[in-house]
């Protein structure tokens, strides 16, 4: 083909990394410059140990730098900045390979990819969906090895790839003019004219005008651990709760935890804590996502700003998550048992089913998945009862408040008995169920609000953005941003993220552990952020409206986004192929980021969950 073509040749030189003891069966490869592809459930559900994995890639990157000195035989790997690079296989089984091969030319600056094999099996597609193009002569339906499509199989030498590769080197090519891509000039031209700086409070506005025009208000953040995205998202909601109307703030956390916050910031009870004591007393994993100076300072505000208003229209902070399912059992049970005795039995029936599982998710997960029995028809059993008796409840404040959080705590149990009981049969389906839960408790805090009251959503970009503008969409994963739109409308939903360039980020090494201070590198070549760090000196507020159809918004380029737990070893994984101007209607643009401050330093977990983030995490 190089030589049809009269183009450079060289090789990707990529290594399967093999199970322990069973080194056939394949927990992801690697390639040169760091490139890996892991599947993330090995470790994650305890199947493999840290180590292990560490131990493999060792030994394999040792060897993969050997067959590159080998084979290259010192001569400089081809520049596939701004070029098409076509990677040739003879035959794609799993994709597993291929997928990391396309992870090195990206690396390498490579504007399009192009995978070619006479045959592939219609399963590797999918692990190859992020080419540009996928070209072979061979689809079968009931594919079962590449060798069974060749007359000849034989291995290829490694003499014969050498000397290939030293006669390519010494080829003359043809010199072909090579058109200027001007995409990236019309996209800095495009971010220019949007964009204003962002150095104070005040340049918030005009994106808080353009917000409060929505009911619903989704603000992201581009990781769990960055010191500005929560400094400038607090910000933005003080403004917007400064213009009015807004009546509650709905955030990434436990329902329990942050009950407990709502009814202090809105005067209710302890008033003689402060958001520190509070927050500290936040126990579920990890912790520094919530207990962090920055949301301390912004509820100590909030406190402040809720006790010169009416009670009516204080702003209430609210969990929208699903992972309390223990903790929601016992506050449902302590509810029945000051408000209706006789329904007791019914909860402690739903507790008991539980109760051999020792409050470990993943215990009750595996027992569910080797047996096909579950807790689930005492938790609905528990959710009719308190749905039922919570129905007869008087329509006063007080009562009203108890009734919210009963309900709430009910559904929550319900749905994470779903969620624990399905999480291990793949990220894609536990994620679904966790992100329309948050976004039914979304729908839930804005009926109670009314039609004139506006809430606030606090949660990772990955949540906020819609999902339809990224590659989650194509793999059959929804979130809240999704969802709101689909339900209220583009008009009555403000989707905001966030971006950076570089800077330091909180998180742990692996699910579970103490949180760390790690060094984020500069951006991606080719991402939105290297476009974004090209383009403009400094921090920005980028509004979308009207700028649709520009180059920058339509086109798909990566987009960073860092989970509570980071790898700077699979770093180009952190990237989401996403089209900006369908994610979001704003973006704000912090070039430089520093680490959040904990209020206090992670223990280990005692109730485990497991992490489920979209592919590519």
């Not at 070209?135 to 339906?141: E, F, I, Q, R, S």
């Not at 319900?414 to 948050?438: F, K, P, T």
């Not at 939105?528 to 509004?543: F, N, S, T």
């Amino acid at each position: 083909m190089a030589e049809e073509l009269e183009l450079p040749l060289d090789v990707i030189v990529v290594r399967k990394l093999g199970i322990p003891d069973q080194p056939e069966v394949a927990m992801g490869a690697i390639g040169e410059g760091g490139a890996e592809v892991l599947d993330p459930t090995m470790v994650a559900r305890g199947w493999l140990s840290e180590e292990e994995v560490e131990a493999v890639e060792q030994a394999e990157r040792r060897t993969l730098d050997q067959r590159l000195a080998l084979l290259r035989e010192g001569r400089e790997r081809i520049d596939l900045r701004g070029r098409t690079a076509i990677i040739v296989d003879d035959g794609i089984a799993t994709g597993a390979t291929t997928k990391v091969a396309l992870l090195v030319a990206r690396q390498l600056g490579a504007s399009e990819v192009v995978i070619a094999a006479p045959v592939i099996s219609p399963r590797a597609l999918d692990e190859i969906e992020d080419a540009d193009r996928v070209t072979c002569v061979l689809l079968p339906a009931r594919f079962q090895a590449v060798g069974q499509y060749y007359r000849d199989f034989g291995q290829t030498e490694d003499a014969e790839v050498v000397r290939l590769l030293h006669e390519a080197s010494l080829r003359p090519r043809r010199s072909r003019p090579r058109l200027p891509d001007t995409s990236d000039e019309e996209a800095i031209a495009d971010v220019r004219a949007m964009a204003t700086p962002l150095l104070s409070d005040a340049d918030l506005d005009t994106l808080a005008e353009r917000a409060a025009r929505a009911r619903l208000i989704c603000i992201g953040e581009a990781s769990h651990g960055t010191h500005e995205f929560y400094a400038w998202r607090a910000a933005l909601t003080k403004r917007l709760i400064e213009r009015g109307d807004i009546r509650w703030i709905g955030v990434e956390g436990d329902w329990p935890d942050c009950f407990r916050i709502d009814t202090w910031v809105r005067g209710r009870s302890e008033q003689w804590e402060d958001a520190r004591q509070l927050l500290s007393s936040f126990e579920r994993w990890p912790r520094w996502m919530w207990a962090n100076t920055d949301v301390a300072e912004f509820l100590d505000w909030l406190h402040r700003w809720n006790l010169t208003q009416e009670r009516s229209r204080r702003v209430g902070f609210y969990g929208l998550d699903v992972y309390s399912l223990w903790e929601s059992l016992e506050a449902v049970i302590d509810w029945l048992a000051a408000n209706s005795p006789d329904d007791v039995p019914t909860a402690l029936r739903a507790w008991r089913c539980f109760e051999p599982y020792g409050e470990d998710p993943q215990g009750y997960a595996w027992a569910t998945r080797l047996v096909p029995m579950s807790c689930e028809p005492d938790v609905i059993a528990l959710l009719t009862s308190v749905r039922e008796h919570a129905g007869r409840l008087g329509a006063g404040f007080d009562d009203d408040e108890s009734r919210l959080d009963v309900l709430q705590n009910a559904l929550t149990a319900a749905d994470a008995e779903h969620y624990y009981r399905i999480m291990l049969q793949g990220d894609r389906e536990s994620w679904n169920v966790r992100d329309i839960h948050m976004a039914d408790t979304a729908d839930r805090l804005a009926e109670r609000a009314g039609p004139d009251g506006r809430g606030v959503v606090w949660a990772h970009n990955t949540h906020v953005g819609d999902a339809r503008g990224t590659t989650m969409g194509n793999e059959g994963m929804v979130n809240i941003g999704e969802l709101l739109r689909e339900r209220h409308g583009l008009d009555d939903v403000c989707l905001i993220g966030f971006a950076s360039r570089e800077g330091t980020v909180l998180a742990a090494r692996s699910w579970g552990s103490t949180e760390t201070a790690f060094r984020l590198p500069a951006a991606k070549a080719g991402s939105h952020e290297d476009l974004l760090a090209r383009a403009l000196p400094g921090a920005a507020v980028l509004i979308f409206a009207g700028a649709a159809g520009t180059e920058w918004l339509s086109r798909e380029r990566g987009h960073r986004a860092v989970g509570v737990v980071y790898d700077p070893r699979r770093e180009t994984g952190n990237y989401v192929p996403t089209v900006m101007g369908r994610r979001y209607d704003a973006l704000l643009w912090i070039p430089q980021t520093t680490a959040l401050t904990p209020l206090t330093h992670e223990p280990r977990p005692e109730s485990p969950e497991l992490e489920t983030e979209p592919t590519g995490f």
